[in-house]
Antibody
Framework: QVTLKESGPALVKSTQTLTLTCTFS??????????VSWIRQPPGKALEWLAR???????FYSTSLKTRLTISKDTSKNQVVLTMANMDPVDTATYYC????????????????WGQGTLVTVSS | DIQMTQSPSSLSASVRDRVTITCRAS??????LNWYQQQPGKAPKLLIYAASSLQSGVPSRFSGSGSGTDFTLTISTLQPEDFATYYC?????????FGGGTKVEIK
């Protein structure tokens, strides 16, 4: 059974650095074709992809946020960590982690499992 | 980055109505288009992948079509549990992007 769960502070102050952890089970990030992304959603607004880390440690970042983001993985702990520097009230959002995996049968990466999300509020 | 534009942003419909949502990409994404359903306070749920493939466990009243830049999600017979917000997402590039969402409300 695949599960993902986000954890981190519910409240941070402006200019602080946010550290979020995605702890997952039911799969390994060392498996070829496995990837984990972070996505956020401000209250009442649309989804925004932030960053991704792949099984081979390739990393990809949102063009608009890349100077503030760092993504890393700890395969032994089944965790992916996202840090976001210089937080601002506009960064208030629910932050999700999700896995996408290459299914040979479909010849496609499926974004098939998401965490429940964690709400982060940034105070000024 | 590829921009994804959904329309309409919201719609009102009745149970058993046929509903169509469109999504347009700012450049060709072949068939690398996914559709998600999001209920209030919940994580998105994958409905359709690769433009027209139904994710396991998703009712057959959901269908997708399109390729290149223009895509459509259709709900053939709207059910009470389908009132939600729907998002398209391109996974053609290494930096996926989402549409702005379509909220399907009860008329």
């Amino acid at each position: 059974q695949v599960t993902l769960k986000e954890s981190g502070p519910a409240l941070v102050k402006s200019t602080q650095t946010l550290t979020l952890t995605c702890t997952f089970s039911g799969f390994s990030l060392s498996t070829t074709g496995m990837r984990v992304s972070w996505i956020r959603q401000p209250p009442g607004k649309a989804l925004e992809w932030l960053a991704r880390i792949d099984w081979d440690d390739d990393k990809f970042y949102s063009t608009s946020l890349k100077t503030r983001l760092t993504i890393s993985k700890d395969t032994s702990k089944n965790q992916v960590v996202l840090t976001m520097a210089n937080m601002d009230p506009v960064d208030t959002a629910t932050y999700y982690c999700a896995r996408d995996y290459y299914y040979e049968s479909s010849a496609y990466y499926l974004w098939d499992y998401w965490g429940q999300g964690t709400l982060v509020t940034v105070s000024s | 980055d590829i921009q994804m534009t959904q329309s309409p942003s919201s719609l009102s419909a009745s149970v058993r109505d046929r509903v169509t949502i469109t999504c347009r990409a700012s450049q060709s994404i072949s068939r690398h288009l996914n559709w998600y359903q999001q209920q209030p306070g919940k994580a998105p749920k994958l409905l359709i992948y690769a433009a027209s493939s139904l994710q396991s466990g998703v009712p057959s009243r959901f269908s997708g079509s399109g390729s290149g830049t223009d895509f459509t999600l259709t709900i053939s017979t709207l059910q009470p549990e389908d009132f939600a917000t729907y998002y398209c997402q391109q996974s053609y590039t290494s930096r996926p992007t989402f549409g702005g969402g379509t909220k399907v409300e009860i008329k």
